[in-house]
């Protein structure tokens, strides 16, 4: 087999080991957010157990991405997306790290009952799964335009995550026996803003990618 058709087949087949690692990441933090919402705490548990897959993943796709470069030293296109590569994958392990700091939360909350609403906290997490799906395809497409559209979906994250620290900081004044859980709940609230915020990291590679320069779109 030619240098480099061998080439394009281990890079399609990292690109697929990235792939998974989205999925596995983002499937993490919607469990993550489903145990929270049933007060699952076996599920919980389940996603905090299965967390070292997906970090063996990222270290396989940095290890692939190591032994590329150097059995077969790319040209500039080709060594640029495999720098990609890694960010990508380091931003989606975050994710699932993120699913497993919302699963410890829900174990610190245990079967209490919510002391607020969680319908702002809903809205949060389903348009920040929205932008991690959204930032996947527009991956694999290669879709810039997809791209910033995901990245100003985060503004919209950024201000519901603004309207739920306000919400639970007026609850400090009125049921100070319940701060336990207040912190709790700001700290999922946070957790899936930063999720929201690797998808924007995410869409600002791959501008780096096929414009060949870095973009700040979150700005």
Known sequence: MP??????NDLKSVQQ?????????INAFELSFKAFLEKDIDLALEIIEKDIEINRQEE???DRVILLIAKQQPVATDLR???VIVKASADMERVADFAVNIAKETIRI????????TETLEDMHFRTVSMLRQIMQAFINED??????IADLDD????LYGD?????????????ENISQITYLSFIARYIERCADHATNIAEHLFYLIKGQHYELNN
């Open 3 to 8: 240098v480099r058709e061998r080439f394009e």
């Open 17 to 25: 080991d990235l792939l998974d690692l989205c999925n596995k990441s």
């Open 60 to 62: 396989m796709i940095n």
């Open 81 to 83: 997306r495999l720098m």
């Open 110 to 117: 245990g079967k209490e009952p919510f002391i607020t609403s």
């Open 144 to 149: 810039t335009v997809k791209a910033k559209e």
């Open 156 to 159: 919209q994250v950024d201000e």
């Open 164 to 176: 739920t620290v306000s919400n639970l900081l007026r609850l400090t004044s009125v049921a100070t």
